[in-house]
C-alpha cells in the first residue's frame, strides 16, 4: 500500500479475471493483499481505480462501484460500460488483460437501505446499472420497488433480474448515449408510483439526475432526506461526480 497527499490509502491489485456480462458491460476482477482490510459492506459502495493511460500521462483515476466483494478470497469486482476508446476507463477495459496492476482507492459512499421503506423508486443510465443492481438484490423481502433504466439496447437488460416484488421498466436509447435522451424522465413522470413512506436512489448523467430529483421533490412532493442522488458523469465533463 502507499498514500496519495490527502492521505487516502491506495491498494495495490492485480486483474485476475474478466468477463463481459453484456455485450457492453465488462466485469473486472481484483486481488490484493489488503483489500480484505477495506470497509465494504453497503450496496453502491464505489471505489477510484487508476487505469493506465497512452505514452507518459500518469494513470486516469476513475470512480466505479464495486459490485461484488469477497473477502475470503480478497476479490473485488467491478463493473465498467463498454463505449469504445471515448475515455481512458472503457479504453483500458476493453484492452484489459489478467495479470494487469492497477491502484485503487476507496471505499466510499453506499446506500444504507432503509429497512422500514413501504418502497424503493431507481433511476439511472447504464452506468448506474451496477449500484442499482446491489440495491435490488440488498431490499428486505416485500419491499416493492420501481427502477427506470436507460440501455443501449435490449441485450443489456440481461444485466440484471428483478425479484417479484421489483419491476423494472427498461428504457432503450438506441444510438444515442444513455442518460442523454430524455427517456428516463419522461418515463418517471408518466409513471404511477408510490410515494407514501418511500426511498429513491437517481444516478448516472448529470442533468438527467437532477431533473428527475426536481419533479420528484416538486411534483410528487416527495420529501428531500427520502431522496439520493449522483451525478456519475456529465456530458462534455470528462472525470465529473457530484452528490446530492
Known sequence: MHTLRNNRTLHQTEVVDIIDVTPR??????????????GIGLPGQWMKVFVPTPGDEPPAGRAYTIRQFDHAAGQIAFDVVLHGDD????????RARRGD???????????????SAASYILAGD???LPAIAAILEALPDGCQAAAFLEVADKAEERYLTPRPDQTITW?????????????????V???SL???DCQVWIAGESSMMRSIRAHLLLDRRIIHPAIESAGYWKLGTADHRERD
Not at 458491460?25 to 477495506?38: D, H, N, Q, Y
Not at 496492476?101 to 429497512?115: E, K, N
Not at 428504457?171 to 418515463?187: C, D, K, M, N
Open 25 to 38: 458491460m465488462r466485469r473486472i476482477t481484483i486481488v490484493g493483499e489488503s483489500l480484505p482490510l477495506l
Open 87 to 94: 475515455g481512458p476507463g472503457s479504453r483500458w477495459a476493453g
Open 101 to 115: 496492476r492497477l491502484d485503487v482507492g476507496g471505499p466510499r459512499a453506499g446506500h444504507m437501505i432503509d429497512r
Open 126 to 128: 447504464a452506468t448506474a
Open 171 to 187: 428504457l432503450h436509447s438506441g444510438t444515442f448515449v444513455p442518460g442523454t435522451t430524455g427517456l428516463i424522465e419522461r418515463a
Open 189 to 191: 413522470k408518466a409513471a
Open 194 to 196: 408510490e410515494t407514501e
